[in-house]
C-alpha cells in the first residue's frame, strides 16, 4: 500500500482565498484524522471520521474550517476565506478499528497564507 | 483537560542510552502512546502502553505508571538516525489522541 496520501504538498496563497487539502487514507481503514502542527500549538486535532461520519470536530477552530469525506478513500479540508494564522503543517491520518492507538499519518500539506 | 509535560530538548552520543520522560494530568485515559518526527516529516508510531508496565521494541521501551500519572522513553544503542522529535501522546477516547509538545533528540557522534 502506498499509505496515506496528501495533496498539494505545498501550498502559497493569499489571505481571502479559498484553500483546499486533499487526503486518500489508507484502505480498508475506518477513521480518517486531520491534524495543524504549528511551533506554537504543536499538534493539534482538527476532526475526525468513522466510517465517513463526522465523530468529533471540536478542534476545527472556527467556521472558516470545514471537512468532508464523501466516501471512503477520499476526504477534504477547506478553509474559506484563509488567513495568515492558518499557515501550519495539515497532517492526515488513518486507522483501522482493530489497531488500536497506531495511526499511520500522510506526509502533511504545507500552507502558507501570505 | 488534560496536560502533558516532556522536556523540550534532550542530547546524547551514538551509543548511549538516553531516557525521555513524560509527565500527565488526565480526568482519565485508555493508555500513552509515542511517536517520532523526523524534522520535516510525519510523525510515525513508536509504541503503546495501555498497562503500567514496561513495553519493549527492539530498542525502544516504553514505560507506564499510571499512579504516578508517569511514563517515559527509552532509546538504547542510540545511531545518528534517532536524532528527531518524540511525542508523548495520551490515548484519551479509542481513537481520540492528545499529543505533547514533543522532545528534540540531537544525537552526536
Known amino acids: 500500500d502506498a499509505g496515506v496520501i496528501q495533496s498539494p504538498r505545498h501550498e502559497v496563497t493569499e489571505m481571502g482565498q479559498e484553500v483546499t487539502l486533499r487526503c486518500k487514507p489508507i484502505?480498508?481503514?475506518?477513521?480518517l484524522f486531520w491534524y495543524r502542527q504549528t511551533m506554537m500549538r504543536g499538534l493539534e486535532l482538527l476532526i475526525y471520521f468513522n466510517n465517513n461520519v463526522p465523530i468529533d470536530d471540536s478542534g476545527m477552530p472556527e467556521d472558516r474550517f470545514s471537512a468532508k469525506m464523501p466516501n471512503a478513500s477520499f476526504s477534504t479540508l477547506k478553509i474559506q476565506p484563509s488567513e495568515p494564522r492558518d499557515s501550519a503543517v495539515y497532517f492526515c491520518?488513518?486507522?483501522?478499528?482493530?489497531?488500536?492507538?497506531?495511526?499511520?499519518f500522510g506526509p502533511g500539506t504545507r500552507l502558507t497564507v501570505t | 483537560g488534560q496536560s502533558l509535560e516532556q522536556p523540550s530538548e534532550v542530547t546524547a552520543v551514538e551509543g548511549a542510552i538516553v531516557q525521555i520522560n513524560c509527565t500527565y494530568q488526565t480526568s482519565g485515559f485508555y493508555g500513552l502512546s509515542w511517536y517520532q518526527q523526523h524534522d520535516g516529516g510525519a510523525p510515525t508510531f513508536l509504541s503503546y502502553n495501555g498497562l503500567d508496565g514496561l513495553e519493549e521494541t527492539g530498542r525502544f521501551s516504553s514505560f507506564l505508571s499510571r499512579s504516578d500519572s508517569y511514563g517515559y522513553l527509552l532509546l538504547q544503542e542510540l545511531q545518528m538516525k534517532d536524532s528527531a522529535s518524540y511525542f508523548c501522546v495520551l490515548n484519551s477516547g479509542y481513537s481520540t489522541l492528545t499529543f505533547g509538545k514533543g522532545t528534540m533528540l540531537l544525537v552526536s557522534p
Open positions: 491520518a488513518s486507522s483501522f478499528s482493530a489497531g488500536g492507538s497506531e495511526q499511520y
Open positions: 484502505s480498508g481503514h475506518d477513521y
